[in-house]
């Protein structure tokens, strides 16, 4: 069993930064790639980044490219997502999502079911 826990969320200006963190425990040993996904009132879950096993490989979508940048420490269990130039459309629960097994291309990446464990959520709100 893993347990996913965000933090980092809160209220920002446009153009500000924010650094999420999600913390893996129990058989975090399992755990292949990471990713943070969000969702906004009304919208559906998207893929915001993506990042393998040993951290070789990462995947952004259009939005969010340029702007975040995902990272891991697997000595520490944790991954994390620096937010810069935050937008007001950035605003949405981010949630950290980890799967058992390897992502072989950008649509396993972007699959919410190629995750076995999610977290439950930081909200970022970015006002304009």
């Known amino acids: 069993q893993v347990l996913l826990v965000e933090s980092g969320g809160g209220l920002v200006q446009a153009g500000d930064s924010l650094r999420l963190s999600c913390a893996a425990s129990?058989?975090?040993?399992?755990?292949?790639?990471m990713a943070w996904f969000r969702q906004a009132p009304g919208k559906e879950r998207e893929c915001v980044a993506g990042?393998?096993?040993?951290?070789?490989?990462?995947y952004y979508a259009d939005s969010v490219k340029g702007r975040f940048t995902i990272s891991r420490d697997n000595a520490k269990n944790t991954v994390y997502l620096q937010m810069n130039s935050l937008k007001p459309e950035d605003t949405a629960v981010y949630l950290c999502?980890?799967?058992?097994?390897?992502?072989?291309?950008?649509?396993?990446?972007?699959?919410?079911?190629?995750?076995?464990?999610w977290g439950q959520g930081t909200q970022v709100t970015v006002s304009s």
């Open positions: 990042i393998n096993r040993s951290g070789t490989t990462t």
């Open positions: 999502a980890a799967s058992l097994t390897t992502m072989y291309n950008k649509i396993w990446y972007m699959t919410l079911s190629s995750y076995a464990y």
């Open positions: 129990g058989c975090t040993f399992s755990i292949d790639a």
